[in-house]
C-alpha cells in the first residue's frame, strides 16, 4: 500500500502544484485576491502532499519493502537504521523527491512570510508552482521512486558503502536547502519583474540568506566528508561536482551583497534580478551535471539519457524563460540613487564584478573538457593547476579589497576616513606575513602573502566588532571573519603538510614530522553490515606514547565494495591523518600517514561564515513586516 | 552626462576589464594546464613525448602487476592492441585487480614506462570509467556485458 499512497500523493500534489503555478500568476493583477488567497492554500496542500509522498517512501525504505524497486536497489536488511532513512536521498529518485519536499517548504515559507506585497508574493507562489510541477512531473515520468518489482526479493542490493557515513547523510539535505533557497530568491525575481515591484529584494532576503547558509555548511560538509572518507587527505579536489556546489554559492554570495544596495538605495536593480536568475540557474546545472551521468564520481547515480535531456530541456526553459521575462520587463524598471565613485556602492560593484569573474573562471574549467570532448571528441581533464592559476588570483584580489566595504557609507564614503580605521588591520597584516615569511619553510611568498590576507581580514573584523559593538549583531564582520579562518585553514594544509607511505610488518615503525607510528597489528573486526580490517597504530613522540590509532578497511559483502576508514587525530592546530593501504604478501600493510597543520580551520572557518549568516537572518526576522509607507508600489 | 549614465559606465568598463583579464587567465591556464587522456594505443599513435604529464586508461594486463621494494608497483596498462608499462609508489586502491579497468595520471619517461603520480580504479564493481569504455570500444575490445 505504501507505494501507491506515495505514488498518489504525489499525483496529487502535481494538480495543487499547477494550481499553485496559475492561481499564483493570476494573483500578479491587483484585482485577484481571490486567486492570491488559492495560490497561497495551495503551496500548503503541496507541502503536505509531497511531504506524505516522502514519508511514504522513508516507511517502505525503513519497513525493507523490497516490493518496491528503489528500495529493492538501494537498501538492505542489515543495513542500519540511520542509513535507511538517509539512503532514501542516497539515490537519484529519492533525491528529486527531496529536492521537490524542499521546494515546498520553501513555497509554504513564501506564503507564510508575508514579506513584499500581496501581489509579489502571489507572483512569486505562481512561479514555484511550476518549477515543482516542472519537477514532480520529472519524477514521475522519468525516475519514480514508486515503481513496483514483482516477484518482491528477499533482499535488496545495498547502498554504496561510501554514502553509508553520517556526514553524508546530512550533506545532500543541506546542500538542496541551498539549491533550492535559491529558486526563492529566483522567483521572487521574476515576480518583481512580472509585478514591476521595487520592493522584492527586501522581501527575498531571508531566502538568499537562509540558501546561502544552507549552501555554506553543505558545501563544507560534503569537503568534509571527502576530507575524512577518501582516505587521499585532502580537502578539495576541484572535481566537476564540488564546482557545481561552488558556483551557485559564488553567485549567491555576489547576489547577497549586490541585493543589499538594491534594497537600500536602489542600485543595481536589473543587475541583482540576473544574479538571482544566474544562481537557480547554475543550481539547475549543477543537478544536470550531477544527476546526468555526463560525470563519473559518487555523485552520478545513474546515466539514463531521457533524465539529462529532461534536465537540460528544464533548464532551457527555466533560464529562457527568465532571460526573456528580463528583456521584456526590466527595461521600464526606476532606477535608484546615484553614487559617488568612492561610495559602499562601488565596493558592492567591485565585489560583485570578482565574484562572477571567478564564478566563471570555475565555470568554464567545469564545462570545458564536457564542450570538447562533445565537440572534437578529445578526452581531457582540467585539474588543481588550472584552478590555481585562475580562480586563486580572483578571489584574492576580492579578500584583498573586502574589509573597506563594511567601512564606507552610502552613496558617497570617505576612503581617507576607512583607511584611518584600517591602519591597525594592516600593520598586523604586515607584521604576520613577514613573520611567516621569516621564520617558516618552504619561504614563500604566496605562502607568506595568505597568511598576511587573513590577518588582514581577521583584524579588520575586529575592528568594526570593537567600533559597533556585539549589540549590532555584526554579521558581516563574522562571515569575512570566516573567510579569513578558512584561508588560514587553506594556506596551513598547503603550505606545511608532510606525507609519508611505507609498507610496515607488524612491530615496524614510520616516521612523519616528529611522530614514530608504530605498526601493532591488523585485526579482522566484524560491523553491521561489513568486514573490517582493522590496524592498531601506537603514535609516539620523543618516546612518549600519545594516542593508539585504529584505521580500518572495510568490505561490504551486500555490495562488494571496499572502503577505507581513516583515523584522524586532531589538536585543532594540526591533524595527523592515517589510511591503511592495501596489504601486502607476508603480512605487510601500507600505511599513509599525512600531517596537516591548520586542516580543521577550513571547515571552522565555513561554520564562522554561517554564523554570520545566521546573525543577519535573525536580525532581519526581528524587523517588522510591514512594508515601509514611503514606498508606494510605482504605477503600471 | 549624468550621474545614472556615469555609474553605467563604469559598471561596464568594471564588468569588461574583469572579464578581460578572467579570459587572459583561463586562457593562459588552458593552455598549458590540461591533462589530455590517451589509451595505450594513442600513447605510441601520437608520439606522446617523455615529460608531459596525461591521463592513461585501459586495463590492468593479466600476470603483469610485480611489488617491488617498499610500496613500489609495477603493471601493464592494455587496450588489447597496445600496452604501457607503469611505475607507481603508492596504495593502490580497493578494487585495483588484473583484468579491471584503471586510470593512472602521470608522464612517461625516457625509457618508454610510465611514472604514475596517482592511480584510480573504478570504484564499484558495477562501475567502469568512461574513458575505459571509450578506450576499449575505440581498439576493439569492448565486450558488452551484463
Redesign the interface.
Known sequence: MTGEIGQFALCLALALALVEAIAGLAGAQPANALARRVAAASAAGLLVFVGLSFAALTYASVSDDFSILNVAQNSHTLKPLIYKISGVWGNHEGSMLLWVLVLSVYSAAVAWSRRGSERLTSAALGVQGLVAAAFIVFILFTSNPFVRLDPAPFEGAGL?P?LQDFGLAVHPPMLYTGYVGLSAAFAYAAAALITRERDWARAARPFMLAAWIALTLGIALGSWWAYYEL?WGGFWFWDPVENASLMPWLIATALLHSALATERTG??RS?SLLLAIAGFSLSLIGTFLVRSGVL?S?HAFASDPTRGLYILVLIFGAIGGALALFAWRAPGLE?GT??A?VSRE?AL??NN??L???A??VF??TL??LVLDSLTG??????P??FA??FA??FFALLLLVPFGPRLSWQRGDLRAALRTLGPAFGIAAVAGVAIFAFTTPRTLAGAGAFALAAWLLAASVVDVVRRGWRLLPAAALAHAGLAVTLIGVAGTTLWRSEA???LAPGESMEIAGYTLRLDDVVGAQGPNYQAARANVTVLRGGRTLAVMHPE?RLFPA??????ETAIRTTIVSDLYL?L??R??AGHW?L?AYVNPLAPFIWLGALVMALGGFAALWSRLRRPRAMPAAHPAPAE | MTPRKRRRLAFAVALVAAGAGAAALVLFALKDNVLYFYSPSDVFAKHVPAGVAFRIGGLVAVHSVSHGAGADVRFTVTDGKSSVPVDYRGVLPALFREGQGVVALGALDGAGTFSASEVLAKHDERYMPPEVVDALKRSGRWKETP
Not at chain 1, 555490495?559 to 577505507?564: G, I, K, L
Open positions: 554504496n561510501l582516505g542600485a543595481f543587475w563519473s559518487v532606477e546615484a553614487f565613485p562601488t560593484l567591485l564584478v570578482f562572477t569573474a571567478a566563471a573562471t568554464i574549467g570545458y573538457p578529445t578526452r581531457l581533464s582540467v585539474g593547476p588550472y592559476l585562475t588570483p580572483i607511505l611505507e609498507v578497511r555490495e562488494r565494495q571496499e572502503t577505507v589510511a593501504g592495501d601486502r604478501d601500507t599513509r
